[in-house]
């Protein structure tokens, strides 16, 4: 699942966090979440990966929540 697996990377150029776009300058680390290769989800801190976990939790419980009403 994306999200569950964050390690810390320092990058050698500038990115965004996909939580709330601050700009990650060459040299400073940011979280990320890698699959097969590939950067899935980038936060600049503790306080953004939260966030993210925060909302696709949430998002998960409504669409279960829907499913079930559907049964």
Known sequence: MIGSDFITKTYDHVVRCSECGKKILKGEQ???S???G????RV????????FDDRFW???AKRNERTRKKL
């Open 30 to 32: 940011a979280l990320v």
């Open 34 to 36: 890698i699959r097969d």
């Open 38 to 41: 590939e950067v899935k989800k």
């Open 44 to 51: 600049c801190s503790e306080s953004c990966r939260l966030t």
């Open 58 to 60: 949430r998002h998960a």
